[in-house]
């Protein structure tokens, strides 16, 4: 008995010893997977939370359309972005600074076209050279029905909207609407149609490319910002668009 009391004690001053060399023994390695598995999860729901502009869920690239319109607003192709702005600014370079007219450039550039041409396969019979291969040009029948298509159901759309916007159901929505067009107004006043247009262009060629960037700064004060704007809304509703009368509602369903 006493040898099985000296041999329980051994074990046991054999442990102390080797705790005071090495210090407590380290946490098991279930523990830590455990810890390692808790970390992604928590990482995961804090960037679920993030606030990001519009509450979108979706990269901007996808926001854009994801396809080839969206590489060229996003620079994903700087030489093909690069020319598609160049393009745009010559444009409206020619209609605003030079003055021209949309009829009068498509005359002239087929006039001078059609004389190119015409000169070129004139001479080539008399140097004794063949003359130019003008490809027969024709628009697919294919892209034509897509792009009516395309412009049929955004028609669909806008109409959809007007009409809900029209009914006196929806007042925040008309007053939005309202605020929209009078800012389009106001607008549209200090400049013409083209460098409207142009402005548009050249805005969506830096503000989605410098969004993407910079979301991460940009995200956080869109959303101090959306709060504010939501308070001074609520403040707005409660004394003004809850004093105005409600239009007609929806037709109960009959039983």
């Not at 015409?118 to 008399?126: E, G, I, V």
């Not at 991460?216 to 403040?235: C, L, S």
């Amino acid at each position: 008995m006493a040898a099985d009391h000296a041999g329980d004690a051994e074990p046991s001053l054999m442990e102390k010893v080797t705790e005071k060399i090495h210090g407590p023994d380290p946490p098991s390695a279930s523990s830590s997977s455990d810890s390692d598995d808790d970390k992604p999860s928590v990482v995961d729901s804090a960037k679920s939370k993030v606030y990001r502009l519009f509450g979108r869920e979706k990269p901007v690239h996808k926001v854009l359309g994801g396809g080839k319109s969206a590489d060229i607003f996003l620079w994903r192709d700087k030489k093909v972005s690069a020319g598609v702005l160049g393009v745009a600014t010559a444009i409206w370079i020619l209609f605003e600074l030079m003055e021209y007219h949309l009829i009068t450039l498509v005359c002239h550039i087929l006039i001078a076209t059609l004389a190119i041409i015409f000169l070129w396969a004139s001479a080539s019979t008399h140097i004794a050279k063949s003359p130019p291969n003008i490809p027969e040009v024709q628009l697919p029948e294919k892209c034509v029905l897509e792009v009516a298509s395309v412009l049929r159901f955004e028609a669909n759309r806008g109409l959809a909207l007007l009409r809900e916007i029209a009914s006196g159901r929806e007042l925040k929505k008309f007053l939005a609407f309202i605020a929209g067009l009078w800012v389009l107004s106001m607008v549209g006043s200090w400049f013409n149609s083209v460098t409207l247009f142009y402005i548009t262009f050249v805005l969506l060629h830096t503000v989605p490319v410098f969004y993407e960037k910079y979301e991460d700064q940009v995200d956080p004060f869109a959303e101090k910002a959306m709060v504010e704007i939501k308070k001074q809304f609520a403040v707005f509703n409660e004394k003004v668009l809850s004093k105005v009368p409600r239009g007609p509602l929806k037709d109960k369903k009959k039983d």
